[in-house]
Structures are given as C-alpha cells and as structure tokens.
C-alpha cells in the first residue's frame, strides 16, 4: 500500500513562498532589464524577504537568475503542454506551439521578454519551448508531415525566428500582430517541405484555448 507524502511542514511552506519570492523578483528583473548590474539587496527588497534569507537558497546572483529563467521557461512550456494537449496532428501541435509562443508578447509579456533578453542559449535548454518543438518536429518527421533532414537544424530555424518575432513585437508591436504569428507558423511548416495549402489551413486552425 503506497504511503501518502506528509504534508508540508510551516517552516518548509515558508521557506517556498521566500524561494519563490527571490525567483519572482529576479524574473522581474530579467524582463526589465536583464543580468544587468542589480544588487542582492535590491533583490531581496523587491521579494520583501530578509537579507540573510538570500544563502538559504542561492549561492550567488547568477544561480538565482538561471532558477528564474529555468521558472519561466517551465512555465511556458507547461502553457503549451495543456493548451495542445488534444491535437494529434503533430505538424499542428508544433504550429500551435509557435503561434501561442508569437503571441506571449500580448499574453505574456513578461515571459517575452525574458526570452528575448536570455537570447539563444535556451534553444539548447531541457525546458520550456526547445525540447518540445524538438519533439513535435521529430514526430512530424515520423508521420511523414515534415520532410527536413535534421531535426536540430529545423529547431534552430524556428527558434531564431520565434526570438526575432517575440523582438519586434515589443519593441514594434505596430509592425507585428497575433495574425503574423500565423504567418510565422505557415512559413516555418512551407520550410519543413509542406505545400502551401496545407501549410496555410494548418496554420490558421482555431487555437486551442481560443
């Protein structure tokens, strides 16, 4: 008979909500301005947490901006995994992928713009939007749906052009709309060997969660 896990004790439920607290201020951090010049201080004041908390959970500045961006980039590819949880098509899953994505500047701004300032280092993370685009580009592969030869090459192309997208929209959201990421999505399944038809009706299907 499996044992149920003992609930959280207060001291550990504190020590949670202060981690998290630390992650939430570096993420705003991040989104402003990123690894800029900031001080422990300045972080801990703007998570409202004492000083002396900071080394019971980071050793350093940097260790606690990559657990905020390693947050979001969990946060973002968990968005994805319920929103295209229903679509079987992979082809569609990874259009889907990418026109949610273009469209976190207006959704999400502040995962946004941590993307664009963490820049392309996160096409090579375990989390987020890479590991799954791989997935989804792979299995498409598979089924016949992409006809790229490798599937690293395929990742890196969308993600430049998903972190260039995401860029214009904020910095120039009057050159780029939810309708473009659209276009993104048709021009990135047109590169996979799909024709243009089919790559136009994949990527203009209603969203999920839409």
Do not use: C
């Not at 090459?153 to 709309?177: K, T």
Request: aromatic letters at 6%; glycine letters at 8%.
């Amino acid at each position: 008979m499996a044992q149920v896990p003992k609930p959280a004790s207060r001291l550990e439920r504190r020590k949670t909500r202060t981690r998290q607290a630390l992650i939430d201020a570096a993420r705003a951090v991040l989104a402003r301005q990123g690894m800029a010049e900031v001080s422990i201080q300045e972080l801990t004041e703007a998570a409202d947490v004492g000083f002396g908390s900071f080394y019971n959970h980071f050793g350093s500045k940097e260790e606690l901006f990559h657990a905020a961006i390693a947050d979001v980039l969990e946060e973002h590819g968990q968005l994805l995994d319920e929103l295209t949880a229903g679509i079987e098509d992979p082809a569609e899953v990874f259009a889907a992928s990418v026109r949610l994505t273009g469209r976190l500047a207006d959704t999400h701004p502040q995962i946004a713009r941590i993307l664009t300032r963490t820049g392309l280092p996160y096409l090579s993370s375990d989390k987020g939007l890479a590991p799954r685009a791989l997935r989804d580009i792979r299995h498409a592969m598979d089924a016949g749906r992409f006809r790229s030869g490798n599937p690293y090459v395929a990742l890196a192309g969308a993600g430049g052009a998903m972190l260039g997208f995401l860029q214009l929209w904020i910095e120039r959201p009057d050159m780029v709309d939810a309708s473009a990421a659209d276009e993104l999505a048709e021009h990135l399944l047109r590169m996979y060997g799909m024709n243009h038809e089919e790559a136009h009706a994949v990527a203009h299907r209603p969203l999920p969660g839409g």
